[in-house]
């Protein structure tokens, strides 16, 4: 069964740094595309970074220069770097996965087959 799981979510600090973690089962992600999304309260889900199977990435203005993506092939995972974060990043941030070989990927939410649950991220004083 294809599972993804999210951990590394918290509380932090304006300017502060977390690292998520996206963790894959039932299923290989070296090669596959695999996607951070988050949403806030009210807010649609939207697209932060994503990494293809040739590990080309694509990165959101919003987070640009703060956040980067990365993959473990070893650990079968893929980790969310976010630093400099501000009160604006508040959100539920998701990871997702596209099963198969492509050397693009997008940052649209319906493209995307698999998701895990989620990990809350909250910037705040």
């Known amino acids: 069964q294809v599972q993804l799981v999210e951990s590394g979510g918290g509380l932090v600090q304006p300017g502060g740094s977390l690292r998520l973690s996206c963790a894959a089962s039932?299923?290989?992600?070296?090669?596959?595309?695999i996607g951070w999304f988050r949403q806030a309260p009210g807010k649609e889900r939207e697209g932060v970074l994503c990494i293809s199977s040739d590990d080309n990435t694509v990165t959101a203005d919003s987070v640009k220069g703060r956040f980067t993506i990365s993959r473990d092939a070893a650990k079968n995972t893929v980790y969310l770097q976010m630093n400099i974060l501000k009160p604006e990043d508040t959100a539920v941030y998701y990871c997702?996965?596209?099963?198969?070989?492509?050397?693009?990927?997008?940052?649209?939410?319906?493209?995307?087959?698999?998701w895990g649950q989620g990990t809350q991220v909250t910037v705040s004083s």
């Open positions: 997702a996965a596209i099963l198969g070989y492509a050397n693009f990927c997008l940052l649209k939410p319906s493209e995307w087959q698999r």
């Open positions: 039932g299923f290989r992600l070296a090669g596959d595309r």
